[in-house]
């Protein structure tokens, strides 16, 4: 019976040994790991926001630059229109003058219908500026709807902040 008693003795001692353990074990459970969870997913976060801010920042920079480049583009633009147009300034001065002379020239053909040939190359001259003149308010005109285009692109580029 001793040996019994010493065995349940034994049992029962191990019963309670596993109990103080299975007991100590929920009593010295770490509860920092949810902690740790949620701030790793805190840091993540903050990293993705610190990505996407630079990607923005990239995006800003990128968007200064085509402006930088279409102003530049513009005033390469505009000092073009300026020569055009005091090249068209020009034509239509020669203009007058080519109608001035062809005026004179009839006057004369009346006169002398010997210097027809005169007048015919005259007119042919205005005709001639009259064609460049044509020419040159074109690319004006191009020229300028080109500059519009520029400066409705970089409103919009502006206006997407």
Same mark, same amino acid.
Request: proline share 0%.
């Given at each position: 019976?001793?040996?019994?008693?010493?065995?349940?003795?034994g049992?029962?001692?191990?019963?309670?040994?596993?109990?103080?353990?299975?007991?100590?074990?929920?009593? $010295?459970?770490?509860?920092?790991? =949810?902690?740790?969870?949620?701030?790793?997913? *805190?840091?993540? &976060? @903050?990293v993705?926001m610190? /990505?996407?801010?630079?990607?923005k920042?990239?995006?800003?920079?990128?968007?200064i630059?085509?402006?930088?480049?279409?102003?530049h583009?513009?005033?390469?633009?505009k000092?073009?229109?300026?020569? $055009?147009?005091?090249?068209?300034? =020009?034509?239509?001065?020669?203009?007058?003058? *080519?109608?001035? &002379? @062809?005026?004179e020239?009839? /006057?004369?053909?009346?006169?002398n219908?010997?210097?027809?040939?005169?007048?015919e190359?005259?007119?042919?001259?205005?005709?001639h500026?009259?064609?460049e003149?044509k020419?040159a308010?074109?690319?004006v005109?191009?020229?300028?709807? =080109?500059?519009?285009?520029?400066?409705?692109?970089?409103?919009?580029?502006?206006?997407?902040e």
């Open positions: 019976m001793k040996k019994l008693s010493t065995l349940i003795a049992i029962v001692a191990g019963i309670m040994l596993f109990g103080g353990i299975a007991y100590a074990n929920d009593w $010295l459970k770490f509860e920092g790991s =949810n902690t740790l969870e949620s701030s790793n997913d *805190k840091v993540e &976060e @903050i993705d610190l /990505k996407e801010q630079a990607d920042n990239d995006d800003l920079i990128d968007e630059r085509d402006l930088a480049d279409k102003a583009e513009n005033a390469e633009l000092v073009r229109i300026e020569q $055009l147009e005091q090249i068209r300034d =020009n034509l239509n001065a020669a203009i007058k003058n *080519k109608d001035k &002379e @062809i005026g020239l009839k /006057k004369q053909v009346e006169a219908k010997g210097v027809k040939a005169e007048l190359k005259a007119q042919d001259e205005r005709d500026y009259k064609e003149l020419r308010n074109k690319e005109k191009e020229h300028g709807e =080109n500059v519009d285009d520029h400066y409705e692109d970089a409103l919009d580029i502006v206006g997407d």
